[in-house]
């Protein structure tokens, strides 16, 4: 079974520019997670989907950060416009049901200059 | 505000030590404790996982070891290995499957 693969591994972009992350769940997996982990933190939750549906967006800076998952199957986050603050792994999660185990990606490691 | 605190920061042990990482918490709504381990590089990745119907879960060396009165819970490595060496993550979840990671504890099993 093939797990959650994310894309691109690494980006380094300049402040101000946009970037976006992929994510494609493992398949048959209806929640979905973004994840921001910085340098010796753990991960903390930025948004969840069940299916398309974002039921849990409270900690996603809305007014930089967007994401969308449509079909219900792979999503994107963006940031526009990066800030030098956003410099860290961006990691996402699927899980089969509500209330089961966690699926993550490697993640994305962003270096804003 | 954090909804899990964890310790140590970090840990050396030995090759065959016993390893215990901590985590303790606040909220009585969470009702799901895993711990994941994480390589560099790597995404995190599920270890073990309690509810709190139990007070101790094993798989394999390692062990979960959970007190709901006190709001603790805490892992324990046991005959730890080289390959062990990772950080470990505790996390709390609540019954909407919301997950709240402890800082992390990055552990050296010196051989």
């Known amino acids: 079974e093939a797990g959650v693969v994310q894309s691109p591994r690494y980006k380094i972009i300049e402040k101000k520019q946009p970037v976006a992350f992929w994510c494609n769940p493992i398949?048959?997996?209806?929640?979905l997670y973004w994840y921001l982990q910085n340098l010796g933190q753990g991960p903390e939750l930025l948004i969840r989907y069940e299916n398309e549906e974002a039921v849990d967006d409270s900690q996603l800076p809305k007014d930089r950060f967007s994401a969308e998952r449509l079909k219900g199957v792979d999503s994107t986050l963006k940031i526009q416009p990066a800030e030098l603050g956003d410099s860290a792994v961006y990691l996402c999660?699927?899980?089969?049901?509500?209330?089961?185990?966690?699926?993550f990606g490697p993640g994305t490691r962003l270096t804003v200059l | 505000q954090q909804q899990v605190k964890q310790s140590p920061q970090s840990l050396i042990v030995q090759k065959g030590g016993i390893p215990i990482i901590n985590c303790a918490y606040e909220n009585t709504a969470f009702d799901y404790f895993p711990w994941y381990q994480q390589f560099p590089g790597k995404g995190p990745a599920l270890l073990i996982a309690?509810?709190?119907?139990?007070s101790e879960k094993k798989e394999g060396r390692f062990t979960i070891s959970f007190n709901k009165s006190a709001k603790q819970f805490s892992l324990h490595i046991m005959d730890s290995q080289p390959g062990d060496s990772a950080t470990y993550f505790c996390?709390?979840?609540?019954?909407?499957?919301?997950?709240?990671f402890g800082s992390g504890t990055k552990l050296n099993v010196k051989p």
């Open positions: 309690i509810r709190p119907d139990v």
């Open positions: 999660a699927s899980s089969s049901i509500l209330g089961g185990e966690q699926f």
């Open positions: 398949s048959g997996h209806n929640t």
């Open positions: 996390a709390v979840g609540d019954n909407f499957n919301k997950f709240y």
